[in-house]
């Protein structure tokens, strides 16, 4: 399984981004997909998660930001990020919840 992140970059505070996360080797619809991230020197943090039914769930540091939604006919996750703040500075991931294969991740930026 491989997932392949983007979308990241450099944003001023208040700004936005949207993450895609395109997986091959595997069929997403049948999983309940997450979106992570890791800041330098803090461990892995779960951001969203989306159910095959494409229920959403957001961890409290995201929730009323944050849009998780998936394309199953693209194979393809996305995240909206919306209002961002310097603390949003991460690597995001994507994956299948309780998956071992990990991309490489997109960097997001919030600074001015």
């Known amino acids: 399984v491989q997932f392949v992140e983007s979308g990241g970059g450099l944003v001023q505070p208040g700004g936005s981004l949207r993450l895609s996360c395109v997986a091959s080797g595997a069929i997403i619809r049948i999983y309940t997909m997450a979106w992570y991230r890791q800041a330098p020197g803090k461990q892995r943090d779960l951001v969203a998660t989306i159910t095959t039914g494409s229920s959403s769930n957001y961890s409290d540091f995201v929730k009323g930001r944050f849009t998780i939604s998936r394309d199953n006919a693209k194979n393809t996750l996305y995240l909206q990020m919306n209002s961002l703040k310097p603390e949003d500075t991460a690597v995001y991931y994507c994956?299948?919840?309780?998956?071992?294969?990990w991309g490489q991740g997109t960097q997001v930026t919030v600074s001015s």
């Open positions: 994956n299948a919840v309780g998956g071992v294969d």
